[in-house]
């Protein structure tokens, strides 16, 4: 039987605050090899650890940390990772919430078309990593009788997402994930709305027409053919419905179309 002077038992959610917050002192009870409090050593792991957990913040958000550069991305990740321990053993699904915090935190205020781009940049590690499925072919509409195409309804492909800004999302990835550095002609007052997919190996970033976010969310949603258009072109007078149609069939944004 243990005597008084056995360690305290650590539990998880101590052990994990303390994992996490470079301000928490170390467990209490925690020894090392010789029978002694390891201080030193558990602020190792822990740095080693919040380092781990911020390099894969960065791996998801290159465009997110070069616009911020990596001194001020590196302590908001640290901050991020102090107040959202990992859910997942996963790593690379760490950070989910990173666009929501991004857009709550203070010092940024002045910068807030940066958690549209984290939503962004969320979407795509999403798309990279969704499900393979076939793009439907877009000749398949050629075969269905007219009168039910306004009804048809288009499956969305396992990748496909659509991200809305009120500012230029698709510059903005451009300029600081695509093609670095070539960010001299953003202009910040155009908002910009993508469609995001993965037919085949590589993600796509497609930036959307007008009318276009109205258009895909409804046929993301189940919506028919006909009631999308009618969507799309209430969202904005300059909608074009093949236009619309055709950026979406040719980024593979669909896998199937159902008609009654």
């Known amino acids: 039987m243990a005597g008084s002077d056995a360690a305290p038992k650590i539990g998880a959610p101590e052990f994990a605050n303390a994992l996490l917050n470079a301000d928490a002192p170390s467990p209490p009870g925690l020894i090392g090899p010789d029978g002694k409090a390891a201080p030193k050593r558990f602020a190792v792991y822990r740095n080693n650890v919040i380092v781990s ?9 290159p465009a997110v940390r070069t616009l911020l550069g990596d001194d001020y ?29 991004v857009e709550a935190f203070p010092p940024l205020q002045d910068y807030p078309y940066l958690a549209d781009v984290a939503r962004a940049e969320w979407a795509w590690l999403q798309a ?11 000749a398949v509409l050629g075969s269905i009788d007219p ?16 991200v809305s800004s009120e500012w230029p999302l698709a510059d903005l990835l451009r300029a600081n994930r695509f093609s670095p550095g070539d960010g001299a002609h953003i202009d910040l007052g ?10 085949d190996l590589d993600v796509d970033v497609v930036p959307l027409r007008p ?21 799309g072109a209430d969202a904005s007078a300059e909608f074009s419905l093949s236009d619309c149609l055709s950026d979406c069939l040719g980024a593979g944004a669909f896998k199937g179309l159902e008609t009654n």
């Open 190 to 199: 155009a908002a910009q709305s993508l469609l995001i997919t993965r037919p």
């Open 73 to 101: 991305f590196n302590a908001l990740a640290r901050a991020f990772v102090t107040d959202h321990p990992p859910s997942s053993p996963v790593l690379i699904w760490y950070g989910g919430a990173f666009a929501d915090f």
């Open 147 to 162: 009168e039910k195409l306004a009804s048809a309804r288009f499956v969305r492909h396992p990748a496909t997402s659509r």
């Open 53 to 61: 957990l911020c390099e894969a913040l960065g791996q998801t958000y």
């Open 128 to 138: 990279y990593h969704a499900e393979d499925a076939a793009p439907l072919d877009p």
């Open 211 to 231: 009318g276009g976010a109205a258009f895909v969310d409804a046929l993301l949603s189940g919506a028919g053919l006909g009631e999308a258009a009618g969507l």
